[in-house]
């Protein structure tokens, strides 16, 4: 659901009052909705959702409209001190919902009920009663389980970018045979589905790291379990991610045609949810490797749109949230596919800024290795191949890696090298290392 529409009346008129600011700001710099759109790489609908207070925009948009609007600071000051002010109150809403949730269990184990018939038509005996309520409310489970295998999940699917995929994967394992026997054992209805929700999520990011480091096969069962779970339990954001993880398999193996069709799908399985985006960002992927840049810019300004609709989460490294960082990452690929190197470049750099931890250390070693053999394509056609082959031998020394991703990247660069380049001895100090990466991955697989 859209976040905004459930806003309490204090941050709806703190977000209103923010986008007034946006407004008056703008005006007093002469511009339009138009100019400020075409700086911020959205279209004019979203800056006038922004200014209305129907939607939020991201850090970087307000850092671009500061600028553009010659504010000071004061606009993207205005915007920090209103997602400071959100996340207190998500903060303070997460906590009331666990009180909630630990009293309504308390309850549940103190249930008590009016006397009732037995079949020999006597009235049962108060202990005969609590027996029976005992026995349709026996768990093995209770609430405190559950609230602590969806932090458990969800710490999972946040290491997902940068920890050593074998090591994720047993841990996700792991705890799929410990709900395997919870499941096995006595546990309410509602347990039930809590419990196959959790495993549905775990399946999902086990999926991800098969198809990371090769093993397509496993990848595809583990979609397909996470699939069924989402059908069985009714939850569309389970299936939309089956969807995704389609579109992604499809992209990486060169079957272009079908990315759009896994997309739609997604996109209609969860329509209010922020996986739409990141379908949107596969479907603008593989429109870009057929050459379609007008419907590459019609997709992602649909993104950018949909990414408006959807508040900042409180776990965004969570590798099945969509967060606002996540979108330079997507549009970086789609530029540097149609060419357009300067903002190619700009989200690059970016995408490693964000990823860089204080100790200069990646904490998404995947996302900039994609943002390394953007930027090495970049120096590419402007003729600076030393720098081309030095930001490529830093993208292939990254710990973690998806293998296919970085096989298609890898490979569209040598294609741009041998088009431009074919009889340049320069030319070697990046084929090399690309080859030499691929029999390390063969041999590895």
Same mark, same amino acid.
């Given at each position: 659901m859209n976040d905004v529409a459930r806003e309490p009346e204090d941050l709806a008129e703190r977000r209103s009052l923010l986008g007034q600011q946006l407004a008056a700001f703008r005006t007093a710099a002469g511009l339009t909705q138009g100019q400020i759109?075409? *700086? %911020?790489?959205?279209?004019?609908?979203? @800056?006038?959702?922004?200014?209305?207070?129907?939607?939020? =925009?991201? !850090?970087?948009?307000?850092?671009?409209?500061?600028?553009?609007?010659?504010?000071?600071g004061d606009l993207l000051a205005a915007f920090q001190r209103f997602e400071a002010a959100k996340q207190d109150h998500e903060?303070?809403?997460?906590?009331?919902?666990?009180?909630?949730?630990?009293?309504?269990?308390?309850r549940l184990h103190?249930?008590?009920?009016?006397?009732?018939?037995?079949?020999?038509?006597?009235? *049962? %005996?108060?202990?005969?009663?609590?027996? @029976?309520?005992?026995?349709?409310?026996?768990?093995?489970? =209770?609430? !405190?389980?559950?609230?602590?295998?969806?932090?458990?999940?969800?710490?999972?699917?946040?290491?997902?970018?940068?920890?050593?995929?074998?090591?994720l994967k047993a841990d996700a394992n792991h705890w799929l045979q410990y709900i395997s026997g919870l499941l096995a054992g006595s546990c309410t209805l509602k347990e039930h589905r809590?419990?196959?929700?959790?495993?549905?999520?775990?399946?999902?990011?086990?999926?991800?790291i098969e198809y990371d480091v090769g093993r397509k096969r496993h990848a595809e069962l583990g979609r397909a379990a996470a699939f069924r779970i989402g059908q069985e339990t009714g939850h569309g954001e389970i299936i939309a991610w089956t969807f995704e993880m389609n579109a992604w398999f499809a992209l990486t193996q060169g079957?272009?045609?079908?990315?759009?069709?896994?997309?739609?799908?997604?996109?209609?399985?969860?329509?209010?949810?922020?996986?739409?985006?990141?379908?949107?960002?596969?479907?603008?992927?593989?429109?870009?490797?057929?050459?379609q840049k007008e419907t590459v810019h019609r997709i992602l300004d649909n993104g950018y749109r949909l990414l408006g609709q959807h508040d900042h989460p409180s776990r965004p490294e969570n590798h099945f949230v969509i967060d606002p960082n996540k979108w330079d990452f997507y549009a970086m690929d789609c530029y540097r596919l149609v060419g357009e190197d300067r903002r190619a470049a700009d989200h690059a750099r970016e995408?490693?800024?964000?990823?860089?931890?204080?100790?200069?250390?990646?904490?998404?070693?995947?996302?900039?290795?994609?943002?390394?053999?953007?930027?090495?394509?970049?120096?590419?056609?402007?003729?600076?191949?030393d720098n081309a082959a030095d930001w490529t031998r830093q993208a292939l020394n990254a710990p973690r890696k998806s293998i296919d991703q970085l096989v298609m990247v890898a490979a569209e660069l040598e294609q741009e090298l041998h088009e431009r380049y074919p009889k340049d001895p320069a030319a070697r100090e990046i084929t090399e290392p690309i080859r030499q990466a691929r029999a390390d991955l063969k041999q590895a697989n």
């Amino acid at each position: 659901m859209n976040d905004v529409a459930r806003e309490p009346e204090d941050l709806a008129e703190r977000r209103s009052l923010l986008g007034q600011q946006l407004a008056a700001f703008r005006t007093a710099a002469g511009l339009t909705q138009g100019q400020i759109a075409q *700086a %911020a790489y959205c279209d004019r609908t979203t @800056v006038s959702h922004i200014e209305k207070g129907r939607a939020r =925009g991201d !850090e970087q948009f307000w850092r671009v409209a500061d600028e553009r609007c010659r504010a000071g600071g004061d606009l993207l000051a205005a915007f920090q001190r209103f997602e400071a002010a959100k996340q207190d109150h998500e903060l303070r809403a997460r906590e009331a919902e666990l009180v909630a949730a630990r009293a309504k269990a308390e309850r549940l184990h103190e249930a008590t009920t009016p006397a009732f018939t037995v079949p020999n038509g006597s009235i *049962a %005996a108060p202990w005969e009663m609590a027996d @029976v309520m005992r026995r349709l409310y026996r768990t093995d489970v =209770g609430a !405190e389980t559950i609230e602590q295998l969806h932090m458990v999940c969800e710490e999972l699917c946040c290491e997902y970018a940068w920890r050593n995929a074998d090591e994720l994967k047993a841990d996700a394992n792991h705890w799929l045979q410990y709900i395997s026997g919870l499941l096995a054992g006595s546990c309410t209805l509602k347990e039930h589905r809590e419990l196959l929700v959790i495993s549905g999520w775990l399946m999902l990011l086990i999926g991800c790291i098969e198809y990371d480091v090769g093993r397509k096969r496993h990848a595809e069962l583990g979609r397909a379990a996470a699939f069924r779970i989402g059908q069985e339990t009714g939850h569309g954001e389970i299936i939309a991610w089956t969807f995704e993880m389609n579109a992604w398999f499809a992209l990486t193996q060169g079957d272009l045609d079908r990315v759009a069709d896994f997309s739609d799908a997604g996109s209609k399985a969860a329509p209010n949810t922020s996986v739409v985006v990141q379908l949107a960002a596969q479907a603008a992927k593989a429109a870009a490797r057929m050459g379609q840049k007008e419907t590459v810019h019609r997709i992602l300004d649909n993104g950018y749109r949909l990414l408006g609709q959807h508040d900042h989460p409180s776990r965004p490294e969570n590798h099945f949230v969509i967060d606002p960082n996540k979108w330079d990452f997507y549009a970086m690929d789609c530029y540097r596919l149609v060419g357009e190197d300067r903002r190619a470049a700009d989200h690059a750099r970016e995408v490693l800024r964000l990823s860089r931890r204080p100790d200069g250390t990646d904490k998404s070693p995947m996302r900039a290795t994609e943002a390394r053999l953007t930027l090495a394509m970049v120096a590419l056609r402007q003729g600076d191949l030393d720098n081309a082959a030095d930001w490529t031998r830093q993208a292939l020394n990254a710990p973690r890696k998806s293998i296919d991703q970085l096989v298609m990247v890898a490979a569209e660069l040598e294609q741009e090298l041998h088009e431009r380049y074919p009889k340049d001895p320069a030319a070697r100090e990046i084929t090399e290392p690309i080859r030499q990466a691929r029999a390390d991955l063969k041999q590895a697989n």
